[in-house]
Nanobody, 122 residues
Framework: VQLQASGGGLVQAGGSLRLSCAASGGTLSGYGMGWFRQAPGKERDFVAAISRGGGVTRYADSVKGRFTISRDNAKNTVSLQMYSLKPDDTAVYFC????????????????WGQGTQVTVSS
């Protein structure tokens, strides 16, 4: 499955963005999905994950209450709604697919899209 992330951009602190991840070459309903982010010079960090059916979600402590992951299996997409953005949220955001479960470690995901840049200005 090929993943394509979009929706990044430049936003002021306190603003919001909605990232989308579209899939081709496969059906996302068969995969747990996740979002990760990577800031310059830092490791790729877990942001959020959602189960195949959408009933289970997980979030990094740093984004709980501000970000919401969701999916629309009929449209083959996964989204990350981000509110109350902070400069520390600045990073390249990646979506990823996992064949089973709702993992939070990057190494447990099987497919990755290219990233989309999110920049939050202070």
């Amino acid at each position: 499955v090929q993943l394509q992330a979009s929706g990044g951009g430049l936003v002021q602190a306190g603003g919001s963005l909605r990232l989308s991840c579209a899939a081709s070459g496969g059906t996302l309903s068969g995969y747990g999905m996740g979002w990760f982010r990577q800031a310059p010079g830092k490791e790729r960090d877990f942001v959020a994950a959602i189960s195949r059916g959408g009933g289970v979600t997980r979030y990094a402590d740093s984004v709980k209450g501000r970000f919401t992951i969701s999916r629309d299996n009929a449209k083959n997409t996964v989204s990350l709604q981000m509110y109350s953005l902070k400069p520390d949220d600045t990073a390249v955001y990646f979506c990823a697919a996992n064949r089973a479960g709702v993992p939070t470690r990057a190494r447990d995901f099987d497919y990755w899209g290219q990233g989309t840049q999110v920049t939050v200005s202070s």
